[in-house]
């Protein structure tokens, strides 16, 4: 028997982790995977209180976050690519102007 | 304690050591490979939360497609480690806002579902995959078909994106 609330402290820890690492990393790539824990740690708090309130929607929309999740890494990625052939650099900090 | 609080606890260590493991090594191939882990870890949750479909998608889309969407990034680009990234004075603040959220997440998120429920056993009516099926195409039908069309406009974003500047002065 586990509390609903100990899975919804662990998503709050993946979350405040992810966005930790959106802070702290200058890899555009970390910083990406970060973002990607926190989608994860928002899909398990869903699929926690799908538990709770027993129906489906929850399920559902860890569904659509995971679709949302896959087109953003791909464009994502895509403009990382983009932004290194152009650079040959992935370091935020450079990132500093919008000339390409 | 329960066999399910023991699984439970021994699963979120795996979870929040990975997680620092990903945000804390500085090759970005290592990290991926943490997030892979992390990745797995979360799907045994949904186990034990009675969604076994959504599990197993949490298995072939995250940790298949987009950790290897990753890895081939990286490997294409081949710059796993940034010279001088993690400078440890740098961290304080973050670390600190980072407490501040997670104090501000954790206390808002419990103070929402009011009374504690306890999960205990799987195998409820949650865990059938053709009563989620139902749901997922009446009532959030709209919805389903939208993100096709999100995805088919990501594919198009990622091939015009990543097309050679050379192919697309000749276009």
Do not use: C
């Amino acid at each position: 028997m586990v509390p609903v609330s100990y899975y919804l402290i662990l998503s709050a820890i993946l979350f405040s982790l992810g966005a930790l690492g959106v802070l702290i990393r200058r890899n555009a790539l970390v910083v990406f995977m970060s973002i990607e824990l926190m989608l994860n740690a928002a899909n398990l708090a869903f699929v926690a209180f799908t538990r709770v309130h027993e129906t489906f929607s929850g399920q559902i929309f860890v569904f659509f976050v995971m679709a949302v999740a896959a087109a953003e890494v791909a464009v994502g990625l895509a403009l990382v690519v983009a932004i290194y052939r152009s650079r040959q650099n992935i370091d935020l900090d450079q990132m500093n102007s919008l000339k390409g | 304690m329960s066999l399910e609080l023991i699984l439970f606890l021994i699963l979120a260590l795996i979870a929040i050591a990975t997680a620092l493991g990903m945000l804390l090594s500085r090759s970005a191939v290592y990290a991926a490979l943490y997030l892979v882990v992390n990745f797995v870890s979360v799907a045994i949750f949904y186990l034990l939360l009675d969604a076994p479909f959504i599990a197993l998608s949490q298995i072939a889309v995250y940790a298949g497609a987009i950790m290897v969407l990753f890895l081939f990034v990286i490997m294409l680009i081949g710059l796993e480690t940034l010279p001088g990234e993690l400078n440890w004075r740098q961290l304080v603040w973050p670390l600190g806002l980072g407490v501040i959220l997670l104090a501000e997440g954790a206390f808002l998120v419990v103070q929402r579902i009011g009374r504690d429920v306890y999960i205990g056993q799987t195998g409820t009516a949650l865990s059938d995959p053709s009563l989620m099926a139902k749901v997922l195409f009446n009532d959030y039908m709209l919805p389903f078909q939208i993100t096709a069309v999100l995805l088919l406009v990501a594919m198009i974003g990622a091939i015009v994106l990543s097309k050679r500047e050379k192919a697309a002065k000749e276009a």
